[in-house]
């Protein structure tokens, strides 16, 4: 049976050139090692490095490599210098991911600092600007937290207003880039950031490597002590056979940007569907900006994990709403975050209880959807008949 991978934003397949830049640094030395081994393996780590600040428009020193997404999350929760002075407020948009949510929970936990703040989202599921400009009545230095792109609905936040406000307030902007880098075109300098989360494994790269990036100047106090590596902010063995495949992927993911956006016609035309299938379909963050690649779709009378076990069934890879963590699936945050004004809870989570989440990536085909669209017309039916029993 022929299978139909919908779901990039889960993992994106590793491309046979990054398989290659993997294998290349399975071979490499300790870069910390004085000897040659050691040197070669720095040379083409410190490589990497430029390649991927580049691509990013930040310099080379501002690139903390870390095992992924989830920790150079962490670590950005853990800044705690800003223009203003010494951060003693943190402000996080209500639909960021769980790295960021949770971190920033346990450091309120900790009692590390007087405030964590949720700051609300508009029914399209961007920031709540207005909401923001309240916040920051309050001079405190703060650091505030907004993802460049969510990860179940692929809403864009707007990064560059938002750090506009900051820049005045003297507090540090720290935004998870995990989804968009690869996605689309991130110039650090431009979007006014002081930190970004990217991870290779988003955009074509491995598992288990991704980096940190900081604005020049920022100081960052390391979560893993050790060696001194990464400057000190991050101690441990760098990962050299990862890192070579983050650069190889970010480097082929920003070549194909243009195709990427490209996407967005497979995405545009699987909606219509969906609605001409079934239309009270609600197709989450439609009203926003966002990314072309992904579609969040709920139905009232269906269940998202009944839904992802039968299209796996069929051949087909998609993620039920939130993207689960070993295997359980709970009810978005992020579709709860949306909540349309005059809506009750309930509504919500009814659609929110039967969401969906396709992905498309660089080797999905203009009618891999097609076969979603038959299975789900087909549940949904089902459901409607249920109903009427
Ligand atoms: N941030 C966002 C927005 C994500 O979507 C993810 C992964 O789903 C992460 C952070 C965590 O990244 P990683 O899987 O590399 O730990």
């Not at 428009?57 to 203003?84: D, K, Q, Y």
């Not at 902007?173 to 494994?201: N, P, R, Y």
């Not at 920003?254 to 197709?283: N, T, Y």
Request: hydrophobic content about 45%.
């Amino acid at each position: 049976m022929s299978r139909y991978y919908l779901d990039y934003n889960a993992t994106a397949p590793v491309r046979p050139q990054v398989a290659a830049a993997v294998t290349s640094g399975l071979h490499a030395g300790n870069p910390s090692s004085v000897h040659d081994e050691g040197r070669r393996a720095r040379a083409v780590m410190d490589d990497a490095r430029r390649r991927l600040a580049r691509l990013f428009n930040a310099r080379p020193e501002g690139v903390i490599f870390t095992s992924g997404g989830t920790e150079a999350c962490n670590l950005a929760l853990h800044l705690r210098a800003a223009p203003a002075g010494p951060v003693r407020r943190i402000l996080i948009g209500k639909t960021e991911h769980a790295a960021v949510l949770k971190a920033a929970q346990a450091i309120g936990i900790q009692n590390e600092l007087p405030a964590v703040q949720v700051l609300p989202v508009h029914p399209d599921g961007t920031l709540d600007m207005a909401a923001l400009e309240v916040a920051l009545q309050d001079a405190t230095p703060t650091l505030v937290c907004v993802m460049l792109a969510n990860n179940e609905t692929g809403v864009l936040h707007p990064v560059a207003d938002i750090a506009a406000k900051l820049r005045a307030h003297g507090s540090v902007l720290f935004c998870d880039a995990v989804q968009a880098a690869g996605k689309i075109a991130i110039d650090m300098q431009a979007l006014g950031c002081d930190a970004i989360s990217v991870s290779a494994h988003k955009l074509g790269g491995p598992m288990g490597v991704g980096a940190l990036i900081v604005r020049n100047g920022l100081v960052v106090s390391p979560l893993l002590l050790g060696g001194g590596q990464e400057l000190g902010r991050r101690g441990g063995s760098e990962n050299i056979a990862g890192i070579l495949g983050f650069a190889a992927a970010a480097e082929m993911a920003h070549q194909e940007l243009v195709d990427f956006a490209g996407l967005g016609a497979w995405r545009d035309a699987m909606e219509a569907a969906l609605k001409e299938s079934q239309p009270q379909v609600e197709i989450f963050g439609a009203q926003a900006p966002r990314l072309a690649n992904t579609s969040c779709f709920g139905l009232a009378g269906l269940n998202s994990e009944t839904l992802v076990m039968a299209l796996d069934l069929a051949g087909i890879a998609v993620s039920a709403g939130a993207a689960c963590s070993s295997g359980k699936v709970s009810r978005s945050h992020v579709l709860a975050a949306m909540q349309t004004r005059g809506q009750t809870e309930g509504q919500v989570g009814e659609n929110a209880d039967g969401a969906l989440r396709v992905s498309f990536g660089w080797q999905s085909q203009a009618d891999d959807w097609h076969r979603l669209i038959e299975i789900w017309s087909d549940l949904a039916a089902k459901a409607d008949q249920l109903a009427a029993e």
